[in-house]
């Protein structure tokens, strides 16, 4: 059995938001959605301070709290265990939002929201409403660039390995810290990482199991 | 809080309890409003109570949560999945208790003392119980606020629940309706002192959770909710009642505006109490404090 799961090294981790932005471009994101951040914070005191930067998007849990949460079914898991939402579903109750520890969703409220306000859309914003119709009043976040995993695999294209079959923020990043693969293949290279570099999840006490690691 | 905070400090959930959000802490206190006072009334015997509780689960909790929804049209997929969710499990409690609640309706006044009058008596009641009582439950699922995830939360909303709906009964017997007064205000005041204590042991329990519960507790006593906590639910909901209850007990005969005071304040009190679990509802920093 399949489960794509994420590997992120923070020393490799520059802080650029190539990730970010490669995101909002691959899914057409509006204005004030966010499928990855990065969450940027200092501890200690001068002269022993250190910058932390930790990369984040949907954890993919392999338990997650939010399709548990979901009343409607309209986020649900697949065997592959991305958990998506079907828009088509969802009814903007947002428990999903509130039961997610790590704080990935994202209420979608206005779809007429423009990036340059008071100059209409853009090409790009009118072609992203067709290609990527997210409905205002319902819950969206990171897919891990289904669309890009499953249309690969159709073709023969394994993802992780194969650019056009791997999610776009790991294409994306200039410092090759995100790796993409199979967390079940034990010769796969995110599970050769977490295992010889002791990756860790984010806050493993929540119980959700995320499939995104990361190195320190 | 400045964007560049969020998630990297203690963030507070905003979705129910901010803009729209304020639709969802009416909803609650109507939800449990509605449910104490059907219980308080059966237990009084009192019709006008049970009619009530029931307009307002269907009008207020019902017509708040509908609002709220991004895609009110599709509520009904929300009874969907009731072996996951707190929340299709809660909506299917308060549609039976609202369908319950309308045969009992009808059979006490149609056909009272007969055994279908008994029947739905209990359906709704049991049902009234889980109306005042899920959002605890559902509120408690969310791992990531450690301020809520405690087993005492239902038991604290059933209690207010409760407390107000002695607070509406009263209003009732002093507008003339069937209700035993002297019952209702005893009932009252065993159930004041009740919640004042369970509010006292959840908010000195919550402080053991985590940084994040601490957090809250702080910020509900000191923090940017303390005046909605010691004004609203101390002085007003458990202060100004419980003097009020106790000079009624020594006098020999009660004033009924002090009477009104009391239930106003009453009110205020459980509204304040459901603001500050929901606003004091806060998320632990996502960043580890030092991974390296």
């Not at chain 1, 501890?43 to 998007?57: D, I, N, R, W």
């Not at chain 1, 849990?61 to 065997?79: F, I, L, M, N, Y």
């Not at chain 1, 592959?80 to 994202?106: E, F, K």
Request: net charge positive.
């Amino acid at each position: 059995m399949t489960r794509w799961g994420m590997v992120i090294n923070l020393q490799k981790c520059v802080g650029c938001y190539s990730c970010v932005i490669s995101c909002k471009q691959e899914h057409y994101l509006p204005t004030d959605v966010f499928w990855n951040r990065i969450l940027i914070s200092e501890t200690g005191k001068y002269p022993t301070v250190t910058k932390q930067m930790y990369p984040v998007l949907c954890a993919h849990c392999k338990e997650p709290a939010c399709v548990k949460a979901c009343p409607t079914g309209a986020t649900s898991q697949r065997k592959d265990g991305i958990v998506l939402v079907d828009y088509s579903q969802c009814v903007g109750c947002r428990y999903c939002l509130i039961a997610c520890p790590y704080q990935q969703r994202t209420y979608y409220t206005n779809g007429n929201k423009e990036y340059f306000p008071g100059q209409g859309l853009t090409e790009l914003e009118i072609i992203g409403k067709e290609l990527y119709p997210l409905q205002p009043g319902t819950v969206v976040k990171c897919n891990f660039c289904l669309e890009r995993v499953d249309e690969g695999i159709q073709r023969g294209l394994k993802p992780g390995v194969d650019r056009e079959a791997t999610p776009a923020c790991v294409i994306a990043c200039p410092a090759k810290a995100r790796y993409f693969g199979d967390l079940e293949e034990p010769q796969s290279e995110v599970c050769q990482l977490i295992k010889e570099k002791k990756a860790f999840q984010l806050h493993p006490e929540f119980g959700t199991d995320p499939s995104v690691f990361y190195i320190a | 809080m400045k964007p560049y905070e969020w998630m990297v400090k203690f963030t507070p959930q905003t979705e129910w309890i901010e803009q729209r959000g304020l639709l969802v802490w009416l909803a609650e206190v109507s939800g449990g409003l509605g449910g104490g006072l059907y219980l308080v009334s059966l237990y009084l015997d009192s019709l006008w109570g049970m009619f009530v509780s029931w307009l307002i689960v269907v009008a207020l909790k019902g017509g708040f949560h509908l609002a709220y929804l991004g895609k009110p049209l599709r509520f009904w997929r929300m009874v969907l999945k009731p072996q996951n969710s707190w929340m299709s499990r809660g909506l299917i409690i308060v549609f039976l208790f609202i369908g319950f609640g309308a045969l009992q309706l009808i059979t006490s006044y149609l056909f009272p003392g007969t055994a279908w009058e008994l029947l739905f008596k209990g359906l709704a009641g049991i049902t009234a119980f889980g109306t005042a009582m899920y959002p605890g439950f559902a509120m408690n699922y969310v791992n990531g606020i450690p301020f809520w995830n405690s087993a005492l939360l239902p038991i604290l909303f059933i209690v207010y629940g409760i407390l107000d709906g002695f607070g509406i009964v009263i209003a009732i017997a002093l507008f003339g309706g069937d209700v035993n007064l002297a019952a209702a205000e005893t009932g009252s005041r065993i159930f004041l002192v009740t919640s004042a204590l369970i509010v006292a042991i959840y908010l000195w329990s919550a402080t053991y959770v985590g940084p994040a519960g601490k957090y809250s507790v702080m910020e509900l006593i000191q923090g940017r909710i303390a005046p909605v906590l010691w004004i609203g639910v101390v002085l007003c909901g458990i202060g100004t009642p419980i003097g009020i209850a106790v000079s009624s007990y020594f006098a020999k005969e009660g004033s009924a505006s002090l009477l009104i005071i009391g239930i106003i304040c009453d009110m205020i009190g459980g509204l304040s109490l459901k603001y500050c679990f929901l606003k004091g509802g806060i998320y632990g920093p996502l960043i580890p404090s030092n991974p390296y």
